[in-house]
């Protein structure tokens, strides 16, 4: 039980006291939440791949693709689609786009060099182009059966920040008492930013269906050593029930207070 409803039960039991009733109970309710996207045209979805780019330390492409199809695969009622994550910034970077296993996708190959490292957002727009192809994306699907299509862009890029952080420290009163007192401190703090764009193509016509950006940041004390994989899997956790609820249906929990 929360704070905030053991308060409103406290006032509650207060009120029925005065008025000779103390029969109440709390029930759990839950409220649906309608899919930002209707996907009642489709039976199965196909995490493709991403344009990822920022630090080398993550395969954010690879690691996204795993993470989103499990998270469908258990919360979704569509069928999930097994295949090898596309690395997608070929596409649009000069070379036939390749599976996990180097094996190239089949994909036209579009004019100039190889493609290139991804650092910040300036380069992700090079590559717009590249969800825009709707030939592309209607080959894709035609191999497949015509599926939705789930891919986009992630930028997952190494942040640090210097400034004031307020936080709680023990000390003794003049009394000897120990008590704790909110203390500010200059520290210079690092971390990760993700900025994933999830893409949703019908792979009947290879049109856009919908497109929604996120952007999350984490910040770690100087003192705190914490992998890039595990500050990646945080932020994207964060970011999970908003991608779901593009999807399906999602619910939101609460309780309500009977009287009896």
Known sequence: MTAGTARRLASLALVLAASGCTNFFEIPIETPI??????????????????????????????????????????SDLSVIEADAILLAEVGGGQRPKAADGQPEGAPPQDGGGAKKIRDEKDLEAYNHVFANVDYWKKIG???????????????????????????????????????????????????????KFIFIDGRTGATLYSETFREQILYNPQQNTPALSSYFELMDRLIPNFLATLSTQKIRGSRILLK
């Open 34 to 75: 309608q899919p930002k996207l209707d996907v009642s045209a489709f039976q199965r979805v196909l995490v493709t791949g991403f344009i990822a780019g920022g630090t080398d330390e993550v395969d954010t492409n690879l690691e996204t693709v795993r993470l989103l199809r499990s998270q469908l695969r258990t919360r």
């Open 142 to 196: 035609e191999e497949y059966q015509g599926p939705l299509i789930v891919t986009g862009t992630i930028l997952f890029t190494p942040h640090s920040q210097a400034g004031y952080v307020q936080r709680e420290q023990e000390m003794y009163d003049q009394y000897g008492r120990r008590v704790t007192v909110p203390v500010r401190t200059y520290m210079e703090r690092k971390g990760f930013i993700l900025r994933p």
